[in-house]
């Protein structure tokens, strides 16, 4: 006799477009579907099946164990869930009336658990982008499951700032859950937090609210409705409920918000946060726990649920999320000294939670989590301290004037400061100007270099300033007017603007095009083969 089959299906929200092709296959391929009656009524118009089995809600065993029986009899059975069957659906139910009977996959019927989109993806693509970062589901139905599990479930995810959907939240009878959840998340989130209540996705009795954590029991909420909960991070824009994906933004000085590019978001230092840099901290005796003494995720989820009990609340501060500002800090274009009292206020603005960083590039690079960035630039600004913006712009770095004795040049380097510094560009570049031939702050080593020599400027193009095959700029011009050296480093640095690559450091791009304004490239890269030797090789 021909072995029998069982397909568990799941069909999605519940409209003909979001079933997948698996899921209709399926089900016209079967003798027999099997289903609680709303759902058989919602898939009915798209199968051919000899005959269509609808049961009420709650005989839930009896369609699994009618479900087996048929397959066992040689026939081909869907028995279907709306949305993924996985998910408080019947995949579990079947599989658990299979092994009653001592069921295996090599000797009994087949079975295929077919996915479908469940009700979190489904409503959370209706309300913009809720979920994006971890997120769990909770059924609030306490039929099967004690409520003293699902409260606890509720406190540790609202207490892990989760993205949380909410199953079954509400029905006739049961009432009360949905306030006692409510109570619990406003132990651990801001009453104003994002809360979508969706009621039937993508059926024609759809229904989307937009509410808050505080007012959303002053809605319908209902039997075919899902609550989704924003974390600390959610917030409303038009109309809909955006979760960022990640939990820390950037600041960068002169721009409101500069979110990183993707090739620097997963750079190491930026992300502070992350599990590796924890370790490293922690090698580096930054952090007083022994690596070997770390946990597990398992052994840390343990430890917090098990703190449930206990945990005194008052303790879990609802803090806003701070975004980390990045910025670098000198004494001034040529001044190199800095005061106790400048060094002091450095300490005081970074504090504790702060890192500053000294740089090849003369400079402190600080990293530093606030939501007032530009509070700090005026403290900072107030100690005379130069604040410059970090990334891909633009730099002077000028040397010291030997203290201010060849002081001549400093005012053009000012004005090349105050005319192109911190402007954006594909690539971070530098401008080096040196106060006389010595060039000792080694100006012919950055992307530009400018020497002042007898009251004129030397022009130095396309160094490439570090790796094995390094090498300096190339001399384009000696004895350039003051008054036409600004407007020249202008045009030169406007039109690597424009042309250039994302992220092609200016001397490739004048390797590339052979040409910068009017400065015709020479290969003055090395001519023996070098083997290229990224960092760490
Ligand atoms: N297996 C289903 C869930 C079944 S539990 C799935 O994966 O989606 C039933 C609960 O699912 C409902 O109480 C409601 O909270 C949610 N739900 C299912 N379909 C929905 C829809 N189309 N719109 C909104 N919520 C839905």
Not at 84 to 103: C, F, S
Not at 403 to 424: F, N, Q, V
């Amino acid at each position: 006799m021909k072995k029998g089959k069982i397909f568990v299906v799941g069909f999605g929200p519940g409209d003909r477009e979001h079933i997948t092709k698996r899921a209709i296959d399926a089900m016209q391929d079967s003798d027999y579907i099997i289903g609680y009656k709303t759902y058989v009524d919602l898939i009915r118009h798209l199968v051919t099946a000899k005959s269509i089995v609808s049961t009420g809600m709650t005989e839930e065993v009896s369609r699994a164990q009618e479900a087996v029986r048929q397959a066992e009899s040689g026939n081909i059975v869907s028995v279907i869930s709306s949305g993924d069957a996985g998910v408080y659906g019947m995949a579990g139910l079947v599989y658990e009336v299979l092994i009653e009977k001592g069921w295996t996959e090599a000797e009994g019927i087949g079975v295929e658990i077919v996915p479908g989109v469940s009700a979190i993806n489904s409503c959370a693509s209706l309300l913009g982008a809720p979920v994006m970062h971890d997120a769990c589901t909770i059924s609030l139905s306490d039929h099967l499951t004690p409520w003293q599990v699902i409260e606890k479930r509720i406190e540790a995810a609202a207490m892990a700032d989760f993205v949380i959907a909410f199953y079954n939240p509400k029905s006739g009878r049961r009432t009360r859950q949905i306030v006692e959840a409510q109570r619990i998340l406003l132990k651990y989130r801001s009453p104003h937090t994002p809360v979508g209540l969706v009621k039937s996705a993508y059926r024609d009795t759809q229904n989307i609210i937009l509410t808050t954590l505080k007012d959303m029991l002053d809605h319908e909420i209902g039997m075919l409705t899902t609550v989704v909960v924003g974390n600390a991070s959610s917030f409303f824009y038009d109309n809909k409920i955006i979760t960022p994906r990640g939990y820390q933004r950037k600041y960068t000085l002169g721009e409101e918000k500069q979110p990183l590019r993707p090739h620097e978001r997963l750079r190491k230092e930026a992300e502070p946060w992350a599990l590796d840099q924890e370790l490293a901290a922690r090698e580096a005796g930054q952090d007083q726990e022994p690596v070997k003494n770390k946990k597990s995720s398992l052994e840390l989820a343990q430890k917090a649920v098990a703190l449930l009990d206990k945990v005194d609340t008052s303790l879990i501060v609802n803090q806003p999320i701070e975004e980390i500002f990045e910025f670098a800090v000198s004494p001034g274009i040529a001044n190199k000294q800095l005061t106790p009292e400048q060094m002091r206020c450095l300490a005081d603005v970074i504090g504790k939670k702060g890192t500053l960083e000294y740089t090849p590039d003369h400079r402190f690079m600080i990293k530093m989590p606030t939501a007032t960035p530009a509070k700090i630039v005026a403290e900072l600004e107030k100690a005379g301290l130069l604040v410059m913006p970090v990334g891909d712009v633009l730099n002077l770095k000028a040397c010291d004037f030997c203290y201010g004795e060849k002081a001549e040049s400093i005012p053009y380097a000012d004005e090349i400061a105050s005319t192109l510094s911190g402007m954006k560009l594909p690539k971070e570049l530098h401008i080096g100007f040196n106060g006389c031939g010595m060039a000792c702050y080694r100006a012919v080593f950055d992307d530009i270099g400018i020497v002042y020599r007898k009251k004129k400027f030397d022009l130095f193009i396309g160094a490439k300033p570090v790796g094995r095959t390094a090498h300096a700029g190339q001399p384009v011009a000696e004895g350039i007017e003051p008054d036409k050296l600004i407007p020249l480093l202008t045009s030169l640095v406007e039109e690597y603007k424009e042309n250039a690559h994302p992220n092609e450091r200016l001397f490739k791009y004048f390797k590339r095009m052979k040409k910068l304004g009017h400065f015709n490239y020479q290969d003055v890269s090395c001519k023996i083969e070098i083997e290229p030797a990224p960092c760490g090789d």
